[in-house]
């Protein structure tokens, strides 16, 4: 497996921008893919975004395309989700996580960052 750590999130006001941080280690990722989820209370784990570590293919779901990035730096073995135009609804524990590109499900799991947008 992966180990995942994030970093980043926080409190901001809608509209506002933020970023989140993954840093991964313990495997070569060429043959993975990255995701960030999230989660607000009562709510299932919501897939946000992926991205294919060796080409750098990009998906997103609906509700944040057009206003998140998903990028990853090979050097710094880092993933990141950039968050622009943030909305109440986006507030959530924000999780980094990895599989084997085609595998089915993602297995390594980062402990999760807040992100708080007030409105």
């Known amino acids: 497996q992966v180990q995942l750590v994030e970093s980043g999130g926080g409190l901001v006001q809608a509209g506002e921008s933020l970023s989140v941080s993954c840093a991964a280690s313990?495997?070569?990722?060429?043959?993975?893919?990255m995701g960030w989820f999230r989660q607000a209370p009562g709510k299932e784990r919501e897939l946000v975004a992926t991205?294919?570590?060796?080409?750098?293919?990009?998906n997103y779901a609906d509700s944040v395309k057009g206003r998140f990035t998903i990028s990853r730096d090979i050097a710094k073995n880092s993933v990141y989700l950039q968050m622009n135009s943030l909305k109440p609804e986006d507030t959530a524990v924000y999780y980094c996580?990895?599989?084997?590109?085609?595998?089915?499900?993602?297995?390594?799991w980062g402990q999760g960052t807040q992100v708080t947008v007030s409105s």
């Open positions: 991205i294919r570590w060796n080409t750098g293919y990009t």
């Open positions: 996580a990895a599989k084997v590109w085609v595998s089915r499900n993602f297995d390594s």
């Open positions: 313990g495997r070569s990722l060429g043959p993975y893919g």
